[in-house]
């Protein structure tokens, strides 16, 4: 069973549904605190914005969900859109809804999400989450 929804009425190309199914792979990784497909997914150049602000690595932000202080339990993709740059460069942008306790707080939160992906050998990876 996948802690991930997708909320969208629109269909999607077959190219544009392979970024879509990446990012859902994703963030059940993120609920399965699956470090090994974390890492995979993730380029090495990643960032994450929080939507403090606050900006980490892939090792800080894989360290921070593998410890507990981030803790994944569901996720909502509503509406997403890809936008592309070129074959090898796309965006994702929609709205997440994550419910999680983030540093210690608990709640559901809707993120205005917007995700770089690069594609590289043949495979999607996100190397930037700004939400």
């Given at each position: 069973?996948?802690?991930?929804?997708?909320?969208?009425?629109?269909?999607?190309?077959d190219?544009?549904?392979?970024?879509?199914?990446?990012?859902?792979?994703?963030?059940?990784a993120?609920?399965?605190?699956?470090?090994?497909?974390?890492?995979e997914?993730?380029?090495?150049?990643?960032?994450?914005?929080?939507m403090?602000?606050?900006?980490?690595?892939?090792?800080?932000?894989?360290?921070?969900?593998?410890?507990?202080?981030?803790?994944?339990?569901?996720?909502?993709?509503?509406?997403?859109?890809?936008?592309?740059?070129d074959?090898?460069?796309?965006?994702?942008?929609?709205?997440?809804?994550?419910?999680?306790?983030?540093?210690?707080?608990?709640?559901?939160?809707?993120?205005?999400?917007?995700?770089?992906?690069?594609?590289?050998?043949?495979?999607?990876?996100?190397?930037?989450?700004?939400?």
């Amino acid at each position: 069973m996948s802690d991930v929804e997708l909320l969208c009425e629109k269909s999607f190309s077959d190219v544009d549904n392979e970024i879509l199914e990446r990012f859902i792979e994703f963030q059940q990784a993120l609920i399965d605190k699956d470090a090994d497909k974390l890492d995979e997914i993730l380029t090495d150049k990643y960032e994450l914005v929080h939507m403090s602000g606050k900006r980490q690595t892939k090792e800080e932000f894989i360290a921070e969900i593998m410890d507990g202080a981030l803790n994944y339990y569901k996720s909502e993709i509503i509406d997403p859109t890809i936008l592309w740059d070129d074959n090898q460069r796309a965006t994702l942008v929609g709205d997440v809804r994550l419910t999680a306790k983030v540093y210690g707080i608990n709640g559901t939160w809707t993120l205005d999400t917007t995700v770089d992906f690069e594609k590289i050998d043949g495979k999607w990876y996100f190397t930037k989450w700004d939400n």
